[in-house]
């Protein structure tokens, strides 16, 4: 039974894209990252089972970056943490439920996600753009913790909640959209919603930069390229919708600015940021230096972001008991 609300087409092309991402799993999802660190790359061998992983040949010690002194396996793990955080606050805003229990488990320690609700979207086409979005989150969580197998770390605890003392209101207070003591909810309404998502889809690009850098496996290095330019397509989304609504609403533009700042400012000194109208009276919609290349952090200044801390952490923000896995502290900037 078909309805006119346009739910049978999202769902039948929802469908196809996880047919889609089964052969992309099946064409270079056949590597795993094995326990202890060490990373396990190998190619699939064309199974013909539908949903099926080829059994890859480990490589006999850890690889791991000279540069860093962490494994791909470490630097997997780390941005998994930010799949987490994304999938469970796009899950959470379409359909008003989090990920399975079977998807957040693991090494360390694990935590529930406090706060998050389902937003009554009064714009279809940002609402059909949240789910797309969410579908993508999902998929990127399920397809690391399959490459990562038994060394995937869990789920530590996130906050997505909307007091006063949140993460998402220390960031909108920094970024001067709410004063001393008040909340900022991104579940309200559409704009809201978008802001937040543009809070955490830049971040999220700009970690995959600085993370892929850090790569040893060439193979990886081809994956991680591929997840990071979908964070890129769903940032230039976000950045777009809000920066045309701004056309006839300018405080997005300004708060959307504004959090761009702030992130700006946990990160240290140099400029690893860009609002949505930082060329002038022209759009901005990707966040790139004078080459054309998309803005990088490195894993410790994501986790000052993360954290909302401009000091040496290793916990609070979104993040309040830390998170898992070697990687875990940020820098003092």
Known sequence: MSDDTGLDGLLEAQERRRAERRDFLRYAGGFTVAAAGAALVGACGGGDDDGGTATPTP????????????????????????????????ALATTGTGLAADLITGTGTAGAVSGGAKVTFTDAVVG???????????????????????????????????????AFSTIARAAGIIGTGESFNPYANDANFLLAAFLLEDLGVSAYRGTATLLSSSTLLQVVSGLMSVEGYHAAMIRTTLYTKGAADPTLITRADGLSNARDS?????????????VGDASNIVPANADGLVLG?????????????????????FFPSGVNGSIKTSIAN
């Open 59 to 90: 490589t006999p010690t850890p690889t791991t970056s000279a540069s860093s002194g962490v494994s791909d396996a470490d630097l997997l793990n780390f941005l998994l943490h930010i799949e987490y955080l994304q999938a469970q606050f796009y």
């Open 128 to 166: 059909q753009m949240a789910a797309e979005i969410a579908q993508d989150q999902l998929a990127h969580v399920q397809f690391m913790r399959g490459a990562l197998g038994t060394a995937a770390v869990a789920q530590p605890a996130i906050d997505l909640s909307v007091s006063a003392t949140s």
């Open 266 to 278: 946990y990160d240290g000194s140099a400029d690893l940021d860009q609002g949505i109208s930082d």
């Open 297 to 317: 952090r490195s894993p410790q200044q994501t986790l000052n972001v993360l954290f909302t801390n401009a000091a040496a952490a290793d916990k609070g923000g």
